[in-house]
């Protein structure tokens, strides 16, 4: 984005909501680093229907400390962009952060979908449209890429790990609020396990871990609280006892028994049945010799 860097009026500035709240402490952590060595990087903005106005689109954080630390000005780059490629460049910015919660990206991600999807239509979920007859017609080979393949191609991480982040996003926004400095905002297992409650429910669990006083430090402890023991569904069951299973393998330090594992199943694989009972037995053979 080579734009001139210029110097702007704070209240010349339309700050407006911004998906990622103000932390308070972190801005006074930049207020002062402002007041000893100034702004390394310049907020970026948008011209408003307003002769000598602008919107801001990245730098929440920065132009709040600049007020904090008595600035009456900011450095600020200028862009030419719609509504919702400002939205974009705002989610970006904040995406590469590393400071970033695992709820933080979660809403990020949520919102870079609703703005992707906006931008390239065709990539939306059950609107794809890849007939050959239309893209002779058009010369087009290829449509934009679906969100959860280009974000994590962006990002350099895989689909399911983008899937999984946006799917967090179904904790309600009053809930956001209240977990966003607790621990668990930043635990993907404990905002999964929240998401998969009911908006009413989750409010619950949050309350219980914020409330002062609270004993509560996980949304299984909450669950307890509420409704006596956390159901555990019967697939996330399965996937503890698989995970087990996985570990026990990975923890096997002589390869010797690995090999006598890996001799049994090879011994049985035409025969699922016999499988599953000669591990049985091994299994009880090696608890009753345990």
């Known amino acids: 984005m080579n734009t001139p860097v210029l ?12 998906l990622r709240a103000v932390d308070a402490d972190y801005v006074a952590l930049i207020a002062e680093t402002l007041i000893q060595r100034g702004l390394d990087t310049p907020i970026i903005v948008t011209p408003t229907q ?7 689109v990245t730098g929440g954080h920065r132009i709040a400390a600049a007020e904090l630390a008595g600035w009456s000005e900011i450095p600020a780059k200028v862009v030419e962009v719609d509504e919702l490629q400002a939205k974009l460049i705002e989610i970006d910015e904040n995406l590469i952060r590393r400071e970033l919660s695992a709820l933080d990206r979660a809403v990020f991600l949520a919102e870079r979908k609703r703005v992707y999807e906006a931008l390239n239509p065709e990539t939306a979920h059950g609107k794809a449209k890849k007939k050959k007859d239309l893209e002779k017609s058009t010369g ?3 449509f934009a890429e679906r969100f959860s393949k280009a974000t994590a191609a962006k ?5 399911r790990t983008i899937q999984r982040a946006v799917a967090r996003a179904a904790i309600a926004p009053e809930v956001r609020a209240l977990i966003a400095t607790h621990p668990i905002a930043d635990s993907g297992a404990e905002l999964d396990q929240l998401a998969g409650q009911t908006p009413e429910r989750q409010r619950e669990i949050a309350d219980r871990l914020v409330r ?8 299984s402890a909450a669950l307890v609280e509420i409704v006596g023991r956390p159901p555990v569904s019967v697939v996330a069951e399965i996937d503890r006892q698989y995970r087990a299973i996985m570990s026990a393998w990975t923890k096997a330090s002589h390869s010797e028994a690995k090999r006598r594992f890996l001799d049994l199943l090879c011994s049985l694989r035409a025969d699922r049945k016999m499988i599953e009972k000669a591990l049985s037995r091994a299994a009880q053979d090696a608890e009753d010799a345990a």
């Open 155 to 159: 990002l350099g991480v895989d689909e």
């Open 50 to 56: 307003f002769e000598g106005m602008y919107r801001l």
């Open 212 to 219: 002062e006083g609270a004993t509560a430090r996980t949304v």
């Open 140 to 142: 087009l080979s290829t």
């Open 7 to 18: 110097s702007i009026p704070l209240d010349h500035i339309e700050v407006g909501e911004r």
